[in-house]
Each structure stands twice: as structure tokens, then as C-alpha cells.
């Protein structure tokens, strides 16, 4: 299979900057239906420095009884992203996401900018559609042999 990120990666990525308090996080998480976002640099808006999720919200803060008015998104974010290019191949994805043992993948450009995110789900229903289309081959060739035997 030869899938480039480009081909079905989310385009349109919620996103917000470092000095975000974890409330109003966890609000924009609720209002665009994710369990992440990329937490961008202040200034410049398209340069992402770094992600924070639905997890870090509550095994971080929640989990330890800390009042969530008093961080930020800079203050529990991840910061080691992990980026993946618009035209690299599914597997090659897979393969970081495994070796990195993430849920998602920030997209950039070649200049560094957030054109994308691909989470583990994407892949998933890259694969069962793919799947799907593998099995009804298997059954239109079962079904084609039967009849070119009968």
C-alpha cells in the first residue's frame, strides 16, 4: 500500500499557544470533539512546539489534585514532538508512531510549518478500508470461480 499522510491526514488542526490555561484546554478539546491539540508558538502561530492531551489533562493535573486554573498548556505539554512529513507513507508512519509509541503525528512542511495531524484512528480506518476492499477482491474472486466452474 503506498498512502502519503497527504492523502488522509486531518488538514484542519485544533490548535493552542503555550500560555492557554488547562481549563480553557480542555474546553477547546470538548468543542472540537479531540483528545489533542498542538500547542503552537505564540508568534509565530503555524510553528508547533509542542502537543498536550486529553491524558495530560487528567493523569498530569486531575489525577493529582491540581487546580487546573492555575497551569497552562506550556506547563504540561509534551515538548519532544514527533513530526511527520505531508509525503510520507503510511507505514513509514506507522512504523514512527510505533518506535516513538504515540497516538499522533504533527504534519509539517518543509518549512517547519503545522499543515496536518494524523492520529492512530486515521490509520485505523485507512487500513479497515482498505481491508474491506481486499476482502470483497477475495469474495468477487471465490465467486467468479464458481461460476467459471459450474
Known sequence: MSTRLSDFATSVVAVVEPDTPALVVAQVMRKHHVGA????????????????????????????????????????????????????????????????????????????RLVGIVTMEDVLVLLTRELATLTAGVVGARDREIKHRS
Open 37 to 112: 491539540l498542538v500547542v503552537v508558538d505564540a508568534q509565530n502561530k503555524s510553528q508547533p512546539i509542542g502537543i498536550i492531551t486529553d491524558r495530560d489533562l487528567v493523569l498530569g493535573l486531575m489525577a493529582e489534585g491540581l487546580d487546573p486554573a492555575l497551569f497552562t498548556a506550556g506547563d504540561i505539554m509534551s515538548v519532544n514532538l514527533v513530526l511527520a512529513k505531508p509525503t510520507m507513507d503510511v507505514t513509514e508512519a506507522i512504523a514512527l508512531m510505533n518506535s516513538h509509541q504515540l497516538r499522533r503525528l504533527a504534519i509539517t512542511d518543509d518549512q517547519d
